[in-house]
């Protein structure tokens, strides 16, 4: 059941608002959205499930705009953000609704995801310069196998043999 707020929406936001559910509805979101309630119920009191379930939401919602707006034009895009800006003024919806605000940082997201700019390559880059940076560090602080008994040479070995013979046993 698809239930819309009671403002007067145009020909056109309506379709936006309609297919964005529909999408939802293909994918089963709801499901997943079920699935992240039972994790919050069981671990109410873990925060990190707590913003394991803010970032999954949010993911639902980008990749529901990506495959709304896939092949679309910028001005479709420019409406459908404006579909979108004007849904949040009804921020209600329970648990188990694919009504999502999510904050001014996330909603800023979708903006910039819908839009088409360039948000997601500083994470590809992000991602690149960690792993190069980690692979770096791997080979300048490697660990080398050196100083086994095999590596010492004579006069250490029998440096050590005076050591342990001038070691008072104590009856052991």
């Not at 379930?53 to 679309?72: S, Y």
């Not at 034009?73 to 999510?102: I, K, M, N, Q, W």
Request: glycine letters at 10%.
């Amino acid at each position: 059941r698809l239930l819309l707020p009671g403002e007067d929406w145009g020909e056109r936001e309506l379709g936006f608002i309609l297919r964005h559910e529909l999408t939802h509805y293909r994918r089963r979101d709801l499901w997943y959205k079920l699935v992240l309630l039972g994790a919050v119920s069981l671990h109410w009191f873990n925060p990190l499930v707590h913003l394991l379930v803010r970032e999954a939401e949010a993911d639902l919602e980008l990749t529901c705009d990506d495959l709304v707006m896939a092949g679309a034009e910028p001005a479709d895009r420019r409406a459908y953000s404006e579909t979108l800006l004007a849904s949040v003024r009804r921020r209600g919806g329970g648990a188990l609704t694919t009504h999502f605000y999510g904050g001014a940082g996330v909603m800023r997201e979708r903006f910039r995801n819908i839009l088409g700019q360039q948000g997601r390559k500083r994470g590809v880059l992000a991602l690149a310069l960690t792993l190069v940076l980690t692979l770096a560090a791997a080979c300048t602080f490697g660990i080398s196998q050196s100083n086994g008994p095999e590596d010492l040479t004579a006069e250490e070995l029998s440096e050590w043999q005076e050591k342990l013979n001038s070691l008072e046993w104590n009856g052991f």
